[in-house]
């Protein structure tokens, strides 16, 4: 699914969908690298308009949100999986060449990715990479953990579908162990937790991590450079897996501290 639209009461015409930090709960959006076979054109994940606004994120409308949401996932890929590192400066031109699209896209999409908290804007400079100093990053850790611990403390009981569906993302995750490319891997980690994640009834709580996975993003994707590291979660997640669907959230909050201490902080 792409971008839709239609008119509202004044005739104007308005996007339905746009680029957000939510993750998909089927294949309504995916990453660039994605294997899944979606019909999405390069975007991580599309929610209502109405859900945005009920969950404060801050994204914005425009005639041209598919090229928008391309231009998103793609610099945000390279942000996450280092190849745009902290600090380094995004030139609007540059992109556009490398993205083969025009700028209006782009300035657009920093514009998001800037509102995600994955870039800053320096005024008479342009956008840079954020880099985070290890004191921020231990503090967000530090809040992920609380969040986490309270969600999972909340949690429904699993259906077979959701167990389903962790166990098709956590094979899909498998296929990249050995890979150069393994930069899909991050966004199917974060589709995998989120399964867990959206059994909870604390949805103020569910908001803000998300926002926090978005901006750790890029620091939580290091230990997938490593192979071993990458061997390690696949397993992890199995276990997570068989906890939840035997209903043992004492397990499973034992393996989330165990999976959790895998986050790298420099």
């Given at each position: ?201 604390q949805k103020v709580m569910l908001a803000e991590l998300e926002r926090l996975w978005t901006i ?51």
């Amino acid at each position: 699914m792409t971008a839709t639209g239609g008119a509202d009461e004044t005739g104007h015409q308005s996007l339905t969908w746009f680029v957000a930090v939510t993750e998909p709960s089927s294949k309504v959006g995916c990453n660039p690298r994605c294997k899944s076979g979606c019909d999405a054109t390069g975007i991580l994940s599309i929610v209502p308009v109405d859900e945005l606004e009920a969950t404060g994120t801050t994204e914005r409308r425009t005639k041209d949100g598919a090229a928008v949401m391309r231009a998103v996932a793609e610099l945000r890929y390279r942000i996450v999986t280092g190849e745009l590192g902290g600090g380094e400066q995004l030139r609007q031109e540059r992109m556009a060449e490398l993205l083969n699209m025009s700028r209006v896209p782009i300035r657009e999409a920093l514009r998001v990715l800037t509102d995600q908290g994955l870039l800053e804007h320096r005024i008479h400079t342009g956008y840079f990479v954020r880099k985070r100093p290890a004191d921020e990053l231990r503090q967000i850790y530090i809040m992920l953990a609380f969040l986490e611990g309270q969600v999972l403390a909340d949690i429904a009981a699993a259906d077979p579908a959701t167990i389903e569906r962790m166990r098709a993302i956590n094979a899909e995750m498998a296929t990249y162990v050995e890979s150069s490319d393994w930069g899909p891997m991050v966004d199917l980690n974060r589709r995998f937790h989120f399964e867990i994640f959206r059994l909870t009834s604390q949805k103020v709580m569910l908001a803000e991590l998300e926002r926090l996975w978005t901006i750790a993003a890029p620091y939580i994707a290091q230990k997938y450079a490593i192979v071993e590291m990458r061997e390690q979660a696949i397993v992890e997640h199995e276990q997570m897996i068989e906890a939840l669907a035997a209903g043992d959230r004492v397990e499973l909050g034992r393996q989330f501290d165990a999976h959790r201490t895998q986050r790298p902080v420099h």
